[in-house]
């Protein structure tokens, strides 16, 4: 019994922030390569732990945020918190329909672009959430006087609720245009539920390279501009300022990691001609460490560097394992 390994590739692809350069002629590839049943099964177990030991982190953070009103009346962990719950439904989902591609290879369209809408709005969330924390680490160092003033409670949720209109615009034009150029019998079809085969409009591929090219300027030119202006300011200044400079800089390689598989493409084709034999195996790497790393980061970032949140966290552990 053999089962297909390149599904999850695809998953990768289409369900991150960074799929743009991906064409629904690559669905042929997937019948190219199979795996064995043992090693199908033990790729599904690497997945799934990693997906439920990464939530089960940020479900300790989110209590952790929840009971204690010294961080739901802070900026700078009102959009940590944000982030955790993009993580946890991006890692969610995608470990769902990773585990649907080996098993049930094809879903209803319906479900498929609605699991694919959440995915897309959830990971274009996080580059700005990220620029977002950046700007609020940059006020409070070089800005500390006036950092009350701009990052208060209220301008935060009205920030992560215009972080959310902003991935909504960018990705329900996907859904409109396919209701408008599609049968209805397509919506009851079954497909291997990518972003293409959800929404198979050429035009929406254009689309999708140029919003997250402005994207990507965008966040980039925030996460560098804040970086160097914290890291003159830490030369002179504090320890806070030298510690707010490295989280900027953890952002950054976040960033990074979130974005790599623009470069997928080439890396793909690079592989499949140094390592025909296994390629398969190359491509589980990379959506080990494109998809599920990153959402690794953000525990380390508050939930290990920051000392406040890392003496809550340990209560709220230590209370836990105390308990018979």
């Given at each position: ?17 960074q799929e743009m350069n991906v064409s629904a002629a690559n669905v042929s590839v997937v019948l190219q390569y199979r795996d064995s049943f043992t090693k199908a099964v033990t790729k599904n177990v690497i997945v799934v732990v990693l997906g439920i030991s990464i939530n ?23 959009l940590f918190i944000h982030l955790v719950v993009n993580d946890m439904i991006v890692v969610t989902l995608t470990v769902f329909l990773f585990i649907i591609s080996y098993t049930l290879y094809k879903i209803n369209v319906s479900i498929c672009c609605i699991s694919v ?208």
């Amino acid at each position: 019994m053999t089962l297909n390994n390149i599904h999850f590739f695809f998953l990768f692809l289409n369900f991150s922030f960074q799929e743009m350069n991906v064409s629904a002629a690559n669905v042929s590839v997937v019948l190219q390569y199979r795996d064995s049943f043992t090693k199908a099964v033990t790729k599904n177990v690497i997945v799934v732990v990693l997906g439920i030991s990464i939530n089960c982190i940020n479900a300790s953070l989110i209590h952790t945020f929840h009971k204690h009103e010294i961080f739901y009346m802070n900026p700078r962990y009102i959009l940590f918190i944000h982030l955790v719950v993009n993580d946890m439904i991006v890692v969610t989902l995608t470990v769902f329909l990773f585990i649907i591609s080996y098993t049930l290879y094809k879903i209803n369209v319906s479900i498929c672009c609605i699991s694919v809408l959440f995915v897309i709005f959830t990971t274009e969330n996080t580059p700005l959430n990220l620029a977002c924390m950046a700007v609020e680490c940059y006020i409070a160092i070089c800005l500390p006087l006036r950092h009350t003033q701009i990052c208060t409670v209220k301008r935060t949720l009205m920030l992560i609720g215009l972080i959310w209109t902003t991935s909504i615009i960018s990705g329900i034009p996907d859904l409109f245009i396919t209701l408008a150029t599609e049968p209805l019998d397509f919506f009851h079809s079954q497909v291997f539920c990518l972003r293409e085969t959800a929404f198979p409009h050429p035009l929406l591929v254009k689309k999708r390279d140029i919003t997250y090219l402005m994207f990507l300027v965008l966040v980039w030119i925030t996460i560098f501009y804040t970086y160097f202006k914290i890291l003159f300011t830490a030369k002179t200044a504090n320890k806070d300022a030298k510690k707010a400079r490295d989280t900027i800089l953890l952002h950054g390689f976040q960033l990074l990691l979130c974005m790599s598989s623009y470069a997928t493409p080439l890396l793909k084709d690079a592989l499949q001609r140094w390592f025909p034999k296994n390629y398969a195996d190359s491509l589980f790497a990379i959506y080990i460490i494109v998809q599920i790393l990153p959402r690794s980061i953000s525990p380390i970032i508050y939930g290990i560097r920051d000392n406040t949140f890392r003496k809550y966290l340990r209560r709220h552990l230590l209370c836990k394992v105390s308990k018979p």
